[in-house]
């Protein structure tokens, strides 16, 4: 009878407990979407950023013209005159995403624009991300630590400032496919089902249609599984886990286009090849082992590992092979840059100029994961007690992902999820010991009394000294559970024993001491409550096309970008050309309607080496290199005025590093006045006499008569010129958008024969009535 009773309240705590968590879940995922709506709020709902435009812009052609359209797409308005196949060369994931978003929508008669789904798709999405957080760390150490990691991954910074509304980059779906994938891989790992593992497979798929990215999972989860079988952790679990993965994740892997047969042929897939060879041999010794005798079966371990050795040696070499003709042996300039944090500035400065490929600061993770860089370690600790499998795989991504952020601060977004499943589990801990404490000690608790405690303290140590054995012993046993064994697990466990009590209670802390850590934890928890909402409010929700500053006669907004961009739209012709740097490539063709000369895919180096030449090379140079381009105007983006950094004068020593990459008469120590970087009257004549300066400092003293740069915080160098082969056509508000036109061929003739006083009439007469020579040559 008291049996059946302490069952039924076991079961009716464990469905109060379940539903509790449903609620908290719901919670989360509301708390997760409602933080990043505040670029919304205190702006509009506008897409942020620079990427974002451009897959805009590709679904907006998906949702108009199809699937099969889009996939054909040829864009004339990139990269001109080469142009770019859209559906080659992009990663589809969050296009048909949304895509499929809006069609649901639109079929349940909820008529929503398509800019509208693709601003919230990745607030939607983060939600979904911190209720996979909760799977996978349940999967490691219980629902506890899942909720406490699902809700500290719903506020993390580093993940808030790419999943804020409007940010509609491929990591808004990217990440919650990368954990996702994980769960899933943890899960086969613990249940050894083949049902999850084809689901794995397929959510690598969806990552792989999401974001480049995926090459971090192909990678990890082969390590995790080498890992595995040095250690002795190999079972018949681990094995159905990654087989099925690399097999079909690989076929599924290849049919994306913009993949294709790089799953196969490059250096970063190459590990999951060798550990699938690798497992299959152990799986093979294995099987062996439980069929021979031991005489026969050291015979046959000697003959499998030979073969094995050599067909690992032959598929190497292969593979050695297959990249020897590669200068860079297989691996993309963005992976060996992760390897060797130095490749990029060395060899390939179109990478290292961008700002996101940069090592992070130490701030920066103050920044981004806040407390969580505190509560790493001790998460990493509590993996570790016990060690499983699930736990050894947290371990192994929190280590990998720090080195890699440590190496591009972009990749503090896969650091994130990591630093809150081990943070979780480490407040989940901590809780745990500390309530616990406290309820051994409260008054007039049952309990078991200190002297029985002391008179079998003796007799506690013995359990624990065996029960690893009994534990390692049981592992061959539980890998597949029959059916019976599967009720018997389900039916309620009996009420645990003495001994376990009093093992518990050797474990128990002061009184004083666990309230008093319950309200520390409860007190760093506020306080990165309150730094999570500040940088969701304040540092994350300011899109970029949209600036704003504070001053003492109030709030300042800068719209001169959109402002360019209409003029653009609609005082130039349909087929107009547009030079810009790379940067704002996406912008002009999704806001301007206009054919850009380069873009922000950064595919060719070497025309946006020719741009780089052209604004490091005196004005004439630069109207010849423009006009070879068809160009008709150029737009540059200066912040002198209003004290915006970010600015083309900022990045220009990267334009002359990456044009002196491709054409060597563009040199860097040019443009330097004894190794430093100045536009004042120190300047070097190479500096004054480019056309970037030139484009940004024409007319500038005309603003306050001394052409005096707030970012730079210097007067000019030189201030008082004018232009031959352009001229100023547009200048937005606050001076932060400037855009020029090329001075066709015929005034250019007309300007020179001015100056030539020294010709005579009859000798230009002369030359009229002849032959003209041409100029484009």
Not at 580 to 608: C, K, L, P
Request: proline share 5%.
């Amino acid at each position: 009878m008291e049996a059946s009773e302490t069952s039924n309240g076991t079961t009716l705590r464990n469905a109060f407990g379940n539903v509790l968590s449903f609620f908290i879940l719901v919670l989360i995922g509301v708390l997760a979407f409602s933080i990043r709506l505040f670029s919304v709020i205190k702006y509009e709902s506008v897409i942020h950023e620079f990427d974002p435009y451009f897959n805009y812009r590709v679904t907006q052609f998906l949702t108009k013209n199809g699937i099969y359209d889009f996939w054909n797409w040829f864009d004339d308005r990139t990269w001109y005159p080469l142009g770019r196949v859209i559906g080659g060369t992009v990663y589809p994931g969050l296009t048909l995403t949304a895509g499929t978003l809006w069609w649901l929508l639109n079929s349940l008669n909820i008529p929503l624009s398509v800019e509208t789904i693709c601003v919230f798709t990745a607030p939607i999405f983060s939600a979904f991300t911190s209720w996979a957080t909760y799977l996978l760390t349940r999967e490691v150490k219980g629902s506890g630590a899942g909720l406490t990691a699902a809700a500290l991954i719903a506020m993390v910074p580093s993940y808030i400032s790419r999943s804020v509304a409007g940010s509609y980059d491929n990591e808004a779906v990217a990440i919650f496919a990368l954990i996702f994938t994980f769960y899933l891989y943890i899960k086969t790992l613990n249940t050894g089902s083949l049902f999850y593992a084809t689901f794995n497979a397929l959510a690598y798929f969806y990552m792989v249609c999401s974001w480049g990215g995926y090459t971090f999972i192909i990678n990890l989860i082969p390590m995790h599984v080498l890992m595995c079988i040095v250690t002795g952790r190999y079972s018949s679990r681990l094995y159905i886990a990654y087989a099925p993965l690399v097999v079909l994740g690989t076929l599924l892997a290849a049919l994306v286009p913009v993949v294709g047969f790089n799953a196969v042929m490059t250096s970063e897939h190459f590990a999951s090849f060798l550990v699938f060879i690798i497992i299959h041999v152990v799986a093979f010794v294995y099987y062996i082992k439980g069929v021979l005798t031991p005489k026969m079966f050291k015979v046959a371990v000697t003959l499998v590992l030979s073969i094995g050795l050599i067909v690992c040696c032959a598929v190497i070499a292969v593979l050695v092979a297959l990249v020897a003709s590669s200068p860079t042996k297989g691996w993309s300039g963005r992976s060996l840059s992760l390897l060797d944090p130095t490749y990029a500035s060395k060899y390939i400065p179109i990478i290292a100029s961008v700002s996101e490929h940069q090592p992070p600061t130490w701030p920066s993770y103050f920044m981004d994961i806040n407390v969580l860089a505190f509560l790493v370690p001790a998460g990493i600790i509590a993996c570790f007690s016990p060690l499983s499998d699930a736990s050894s795989f947290v371990i192994l991504y929190i280590v990998t992902s720090v080195y890699f952020s440590g190496v591009m601060v972009r990749l503090m977004l896969v650091l994130a999820p990591a630093a809150c499943i081990t943070s979780g589990i480490a407040l989940s801990e901590a809780f745990e010991v500390f309530t616990r404490s406290i309820k051994f000690q409260l008054p007039g608790l049952p309990g078991i009394s200190p002297v029985d405690a002391g008179e079998t303290s003796s007799d506690s140590t013995v359990p624990l000294n065996e029960a690893p054995k009994t534990d390692k012993s049981g592992e061959t046993l539980k890998e597949r559970p029959s059916r019976k064994n599967r009720k018997k697990e389900k039916e309620p466990v009996e009420k645990p024993s003495i001994k376990s009590q009093i093992e518990k209670r050797l474990l128990v802390l002061p009184f004083e001491g666990s309230i008093l850590a319950i309200f520390l934890l409860v007190l760093l928890g506020a306080f990165y409550v309150v730094h999570c909402v500040w940088a969701a409010a304040e540092a994350y929700s300011a899109p970029s096309i949209v600036l704003t500053s504070h001053s003492h006669d109030g709030l300042h907004v800068f719209d001169d970008f959109r402002e360019a961009y209409a003029w653009l739209s609609h005082n130039t012709e349909v087929d107009d050309k547009v030079a810009s740097w790379w940067d704002y490539g996406y912008q002009t063709t999704a806001m301007a309607n206009r054919t850009v000369i380069v873009d922000n895919n950064t595919w060719n180096n070497t025309h946006i080496a020719t741009v780089g030449t052209a604004m490091s090379s005196p004005e004439k140079a630069a109207w010849e290199i423009f006009n070879s381009l068809d160009v008709k105007y150029v737009l540059v983006v200066f912040g002198g005025l209003v004290g915006y950094p970010s600015d083309d004068i900022n990045k220009f020593l990267w334009m002359v590093r990456i044009g002196g990459g491709v054409f060597p008469h563009i040199k860097e120590p040019d443009y330097l006045r004894d190794g430093q970087y100045r536009i004042d009257s120190q300047a070097t004549p190479t500096m004054l006499n480019c056309l970037m300066y030139k484009l940004s400092y024409y007319r500038f003293v005309d603003t306050d008569g001394k052409g005096f740069d707030r970012v730079r915080r210097t007067e000019i160098g030189k201030k008082y010129f004018k232009l031959t082969h352009f001229e100023e056509v547009f200048t937005t508000h606050h001076w932060m958008v400037r855009i020029y036109k090329l001075k066709p061929p015929k005034n250019r003739i007309r300007g020179k024969t001015k100056k030539s006083k020294s010709k005579s009439s009859a000798t230009i007469s002369g030359k009229r009535s002849g032959t003209r020579k041409n100029p484009w040559h």
